[in-house]
């Protein structure tokens, strides 16, 4: 079972960079392709950005493309979501998940969830 646990978020103003981390424990993370998800007070956690177990491949919703460019560091067993000219709408805890590729849900047989990471974007 895959265990992860995110940082790099933080409080920023619109037009800001964050770039958070993910780093994982696990024999079978560097096979997974990884997600990243966020959910915004009183929604739904929802997708962000996916990258494939190579980290060769990736895809992103609507929201964030041209914005956000997620990567791994298969060595480091780490995901990154680097997020430029972030908006107070990108304002959620973001966590990491082991993703379906080719879809915007995780893994049925992951359930361990990590904290998450709170960013903020004031306007």
């Known amino acids: 079972q895959v265990q992860l646990a995110e940082s790099g978020g933080g409080l920023v103003q619109a037009g800001g960079s964050l770039r958070l981390s993910c780093a994982a424990s696990?024999?079978?993370?560097?096979?997974?392709?990884m997600g990243w998800f966020r959910q915004a007070p009183g929604k739904e956690r929802v997708f962000v950005a996916a990258?494939?177990?190579?980290?060769?491949?990736?895809y992103y919703a609507d929201s964030v493309k041209g914005r956000f460019t997620i990567s791994r560091d298969k060595l480091k067993n780490t995901v990154y979501l680097q997020m430029n000219s972030l908006k107070p709408e990108d304002t959620a805890v973001y966590y990491c998940?082991?993703?379906?590729?080719?879809?915007?849900?995780?893994?049925?047989?992951?359930?361990?969830w990590g904290h998450g990471t709170q960013v903020t974007v004031s306007s």
């Open positions: 990258v494939s177990w190579s980290g060769g491949n990736t």
């Open positions: 998940a082991p993703i379906q590729w080719g879809s915007t849900s995780h893994r049925t047989d992951f359930d361990s």
């Open positions: 696990g024999r079978t993370f560097s096979s997974y392709a």
